[in-house]
């Protein structure tokens, strides 16, 4: 996962591959990103014995806290190729007020 930070956005890239789409789950908040979603094992017959096992499979999740507030409102989301990307808005800066 990568993500990346702009004067205006934010900017979540996962890799999920082998998961569908429709296997995936994403939650926004102002301040979390939460990615969840389900691998399934299609890869071994069940007359095989493992020898190595680095693909995992089954349920996962991620919860990413963001850099800055970003407006829940305003997101999207793409998912191409086993890549998903999520494009947050960044909500404006507080403007500190000096009172003499």
């Known amino acids: 996962m990568d993500m990346n930070e702009t004067p205006e956005e934010v900017i979540i890239i996962a ?4 998961v ?7 939650e ?3 301040k979390a990103v939460r990615i969840r979603g ?10 095989a014995t493992y020898r190595l096992a680095e693909i995992q499979c089954g349920k996962f999740e991620r919860i990413l ?3 800055a507030p970003i407006d829940p409102e ?12 999520i494009r947050l808005a960044k909500l404006p800066s507080e403007k500190i007020h000096k009172i003499p």
């Open 15 to 18: 890799e999920v591959p082998g």
């Open 20 to 26: 569908e789409k429709d296997d995936l789950d994403v």
């Open 28 to 30: 926004i908040s102002s």
């Open 38 to 47: 389900d691998r399934f094992a299609k890869h071994c017959p069940d007359n």
């Open 65 to 67: 806290f963001l850099p």
């Open 74 to 85: 305003v997101v999207s989301a793409s998912y191409q190729k086993g890549m998903l990307e």
